[in-house]
């Protein structure tokens, strides 16, 4: 224990001298001749000694105050107890990062980091070892007692994250260790700011590379046609050089095969058209440093419209309606068996199943509002609507479902859900009377109509996602569970709640959902720009398990020890003194 | 040969005693016929008065004439003889020469003014020397500036030296005795000596106020400066306290059996004393009285 930097220990340490010379200068005895000793024979001694061997005793109450004020001193210091460091638990953070997969000509920095991880558990007796994964969340990839039982799970950290999450995951595993635990962390690049106070044992197994990388791919429609884009970047300090290809899937012979040069630090965007109904692309780089972004796959778009029937009897309102269902581009007006069907007959109820009610009602006597409006801005039909400065003319009518769209208590748009899922829209509006057809929010509020209608057709919301986000796929009526086959090939079934699910973009590549007779397909690409650059990457050693906190996680609290022994050291001392006291007034106690 | 010292202080006693002479006793102990006539009812053939029998009156004193007269006890009161010489004992042990205190001053001072003052009243005297047993003082008879040869060197007390050589008193004389009179031992046995065949006894006890005092308080080591034996003892209040009443005690035990015997006992502290030889103790004792 480094006594000379605790300064109130050194503070304690004064005492010792200081009751050293109270005890030499009172125990010093003065020579004094008399006439006789016969007026000093019930005299009793000093117990604190004196010159005369037949007289010395055992001062105790100094070395009582003494081992007081030593007890005091090591209390001071902070003592420690060691625990039993095989019951401490040790919690691996491992990084989940695409970038732990960069090889930089050798081998990986993933595997470098379980040849690390073994060698650290090699060092260890018994050990409890738990290893969290630190991907866009910290998660649990289980915990092990056995040097064997760690290679085989360790065998299931994959590295497929698009960022890293090393804070979050070391206050997560410091939360599951507990104040005793070991933190260990494994990654590619040099420690941070996590590092905090110490307590941590940081690994970087990185190693800094040049690497040209896909961080961006579109595939969508435009006025002009179906198009494509890619966007290169050369995340190296040199210039470098690679091979673009483009192939279409299934089909051998690539349709672009473009050698590309870079300079340092040089991004590219690529655009390319492509003819109708082209099937999925898969984009390649040449290899490099980190295969995982120089693959990309693009779906073709959905191009499902839906379906929009209109039955409006007020020409003008009708107008209206037409132009903003048009601009959507997203669907197409049909006479019967539509998604949707808009209407202002208030006589017609009867929808058929997949029809989607919307009822215009004009109503008599409308009023007209000028807010403050309030949208229900978490509702599909909410989204991006500002109605400050519009006049919205309706009549007193009460709108049955959930509020949407208020006017102080006046509700001006109404859903109603049916059992079926299936929805019921009702919009009070006087289009003569009202500045709502002319404003921005018109089109907006029939552009989420159709657009959630959309989603609410069976489908893939988005085809082509970017890795770690997450795709939307709705199923048909009838399907209760699906299969989802990731780009590995594993399998695996997923229940279907109200026709809807939600699957991470875990890892990159292509995926399939099966509901029935019906496959939906998405791909997922490894677009991360930060991921992609190597240049920072370090192998590197930080931290230490003896300092700070993990000194504290592997010694217990002392210091209510010696405390204890200097009270009880007190007492006795008290003690004595009491007995002194009443035992002779002429020995000073 | 003695220390050069003590005759300036036999010199200051005898300057100091110049002024008073000897008191005639007021309180006669048992003793023999004199040669002179005292104040008090004594064993001369002179009578004085009667009065009532006490026990322990000598039966020889009754007087049966009164007592066929009267049928009451009555004794014979004769004038008391004293011998008008004074035989002055110093005690010359090394307590009486306590390093630090004015002992020895007082001491030789006092025995001289004694001898002085006696000499002033017609009286001879002789002075002694208490070591292991009663010397006489070279000269003591003489003037006490002449006086020689005293050293404070006993190892012993008065008890042991008028056990061991009592000194030649002189019969129906005035004894004095200069002591501390801190020894251990019962006062009955020296006082008895003393008052054998005395006129007057007198016991002057001479303590330094390092008798009186106890020293500071705090760890201190006693040294006996007569015998050398060492007592390490911690002084406090309660320390002090109980030195005290030791000492009232011992002095109490002398003063009581002074006054059994008929001896007249009085304490004076040297360094006061000899500030300013004031002897106006012994005058209130009546040992003095100015001439």
């Given at each position: 224990m480094p006594l000379l930097t605790f300064p109130i220990a050194l503070i304690g340490l004064v005492g010792l001298p200081t009751v050293a010379a109270i005890y030499y200068l009172r125990n010093r005895f003065r020579r004094h001749p008399v006439s006789s000793l016969m007026l000093w024979v019930d005299q009793r001694a000093p117990r604190e000694g004196g010159a005369r061997l037949q007289k010395l005793q055992t001062p105790l109450l100094f070395f009582l105050e003494v081992a007081a004020i030593l007890l005091f001193t090591l209390a001071a210091t902070g003592p420690r107890m060691l625990t039993s460091t095989s019951n401490s638990p040790l919690m691996f953070v491992l990084d989940d990062s695409l970038s732990m997969r960069a090889t930089g000509g050798g081998e990986s920095a993933r595997a470098r980091a379980i040849e690390k991880v073994m060698a650290i558990l090699a060092r260890e007796r018994r050990f409890e070892a738990t290893f969290i994964t630190a991907g866009q969340q910290p998660q649990t990839l289980g915990s092990v007692k056995s040097k064997r039982q760690a290679k085989q799970l360790l065998a299931?950290?994959?590295?497929?994250?698009?960022?890293?999450?090393l804070g979050e995951a070391v206050t997560f595993a410091a939360e599951q260790g507990g104040p005793r635990a070991r933190l260990v962390v494994v990654s590619d690049r040099p420690a941070g700011d996590e590092l905090g106070g110490g307590g941590i044992r940081w690994h970087a197994v990185g190693k800094p590379a040049g690497n040209i990388a896909i961080v961006n791919a579109l595939r969508g429609d435009s006025p002009s046609g179906e198009r494509y884009m890619i966007e290169l970047a050369n995340l190296s300090n040199k210039p470098a050089d690679t091979v673009l290809t483009v192939t279409d899937e299934g089909a051998g012979q690539p349709r672009v095969r473009e050698a590309l040069e870079f300079g340092a630090n040089q991004s590219r965007r690529l655009t390319f058209s492509l003819e109708d109904n082209a099937p999925a692309l898969r984009v390649a780089i040449s290899d490099d440093a980190l295969s995982a972004d120089n693959e990309a796959v693009l779906l073709p778009p959905d191009r499902t419209k839906v379906r929009v029937q209109t039955r409006i009897t007020d020409d003008r309102l009708r107008s209206d309606v037409v132009r903003a269902i048009d601009a959507t581009g997203r669907a197409e007006r049909v006479?019967?068996?539509?998604h949707l069907r808009i209407t202002d007959d208030a006589d017609v109820t009867v929808a058929p199943r997949n029809t989607w009610p919307v009822h215009l009602m004009r109503g008599e006597q409308p009023k007209a509002y000028v807010g403050p409006f309030v949208v229900d801005k978490a509702h599909p039909l909410g989204d991006g609507l500002s109605l400050v400065g519009v006049v919205w003319s309706a009549a007193d009518i009460d709108l049955p479902g959930a509020p949407l769209v208020l006017a102080g208590n006046r509700v001006l748009v109404s859903d109603t859900r049916r059992p079926s899922g299936h929805h019921e829209l009702r919009i009070a509006i006087n289009a003569e009377a009202s500045t709502l057809t002319r404003s921005l929010n018109w089109p907006i509020l029939f552009d989420n109509l159709v657009r959630w209608r959309a989603d609410e057709?069976?489908?893939?919301?988005?085809p082509n996602v970017r890795l770690g986000t997450n795709a939307y796929v709705t199923v048909n009526d009838e399907a209760d569970r699906v299969t989802i086959t990731d780009p590995t090939g594993e399998r695996y079934e997923q229940p279907v709640t109200q026709r809807r699910l939600t699957i991470p973009a875990e890892r990159a590549g292509l995926w399939r959902v099966t509901a029935g007779e019906q496959t939906y397909k998405f791909a997922v690409n490894a677009l991360a720009r930060g991921e992609s650059d190597l240049r920072q990457l370090r192998t590197d050693t930080a931290g230490n398990w003896l300092a700070d906190t993990d000194v504290r996680k592997q010694y217990a609290e002392a210091a209510w020890l010696p405390i204890l022994l200097a009270m009880g050291v007190l007492t006795a001392h008290l003690m004595l003194i009491a007995r002194s006291s009443r035992g002779s007034a002429g020995v000073r106690t | 040969m003695m220390e050069s010292d003590y005759h300036q202080h036999l010199a200051d006693g005898e300057q100091a005693g110049a002024r008073y002479a000897l008191a005639v006793p007021t309180r006669v102990p048992t003793g023999l016929a004199g040669i002179q006539l005292g104040q008090h009812a004594g064993a001369s053939l002179e009578f004085k008065d009667h009065r009532d029998y006490q026990p322990g009156d000598d039966l020889r004193r009754i007087d049966w004439s009164a007592y066929a007269r009267s049928d009451k006890l009555t004794v014979k009161l004769y004038r008391e003889e004293v011998n008008p010489h004074l035989d002055v004992l110093i005690d010359g042990s090394h307590s009486m020469a306590l390093a630090g205190s004015a002992k020895p001053r007082a001491a030789l001072g006092l025995a001289a003014a004694l001898t002085t003052a006696a000499g002033n009243s017609g009286y001879t005297f002789a002075g002694y020397l208490a070591h292991d047993g009663c010397e006489p003082i070279a000269h003591g008879t003489n003037r006490p500036s002449a006086w020689d040869n005293i050293a404070f060197t006993g190892s012993g007390n008065p008890e042991a030296a008028l056990h061991q050589m009592p000194p030649r008193w002189r019969a129906q004389g005035i004894r004095v005795l200069i002591s501390?009179?801190?020894?251990?031992?019962?006062p009955h046995t020296t006082l008895d000596q003393l008052v054998a065949g005395a006129a007057a006894v007198y016991i002057i006890q001479v303590l330094g106020e390092t008798d009186v005092d106890p020293p500071q308080r705090g760890n201190v080591r006693l040294v006996d400066c007569e015998t050398g034996e060492l007592k390490e003892v911690f002084i406090d209040a309660v320390a002090e306290r109980r030195y005290r009443d030791n000492l009232a005690r011992h002095q109490g035990a002398w003063h009581e059996a002074a006054r059994t015997v008929g001896a007249t006992m009085t304490t004076v502290v040297a360094e006061r004393l000899v500030e300013g030889w004031d002897l106006g103790e012994l005058v209130t004792a009546e040992i003095l009285s100015v001439s």
């Open positions: 299931e950290w994959r590295c497929e994250a698009p960022t890293d999450c006479s019967q068996g539509g057709s069976p489908g893939v919301r988005t | 501390d009179l801190l020894w251990l031992g019962e």
